[in-house]
């Protein structure tokens, strides 16, 4: 089994800033990409920014040139650095994970989300 734990979430102001984290623990072989998602109330969930093993990035164009995305490898760690952040990016933050098992089985993973809110 995998899991997924993100922490780093709160309430902060317009024009601030938060880092989201998320450590992938338990039967990893290995993990492929990984990414943040983000659902808000009455919405679809959205992917915001990808990242590939090997470091190539993807990101949402609502976030580009505000959010960064990185990881560590040897930590099974992704982090989301989110910067001038604004009202509309309030939402649950999930972060997801394509991992391979100890028994070489691949699924992708989902953590339990963490709120983010941005208002004055």
């Known amino acids: 089994q995998v899991q997924l734990v993100e922490s780093g979430g709160g309430l902060v102001q317009p024009g601030g800033s938060l880092r989201l984290s998320c450590a992938a623990s338990?039967?990893?072989?290995?993990?492929?990409?990984m990414g943040w998602y983000r659902q808000a109330p009455g919405k679809q969930r959205e992917l915001v920014a990808a990242?590939?093993?090997?470091?190539?990035?993807n990101y949402a164009d609502s976030v580009k040139g505000r959010f960064t995305i990185s990881r560590d490898n040897a930590k099974n760690t992704v982090y989301l650095q989110m910067n001038s952040l604004k009202p509309e990016d309030t939402a649950v933050y999930l972060c997801?994970?394509?991992?391979?098992?100890?028994?070489?089985?691949?699924?992708?993973?989902w953590g339990q989300g963490t709120q983010v809110t941005v208002s004055s």
């Open positions: 990242i590939t093993t090997g470091g190539t990035t």
């Open positions: 997801n994970a394509d991992v391979v098992s100890t028994a070489r089985s691949r699924t992708s993973n």
């Open positions: 338990g039967s990893i072989f290995s993990i492929y990409d």
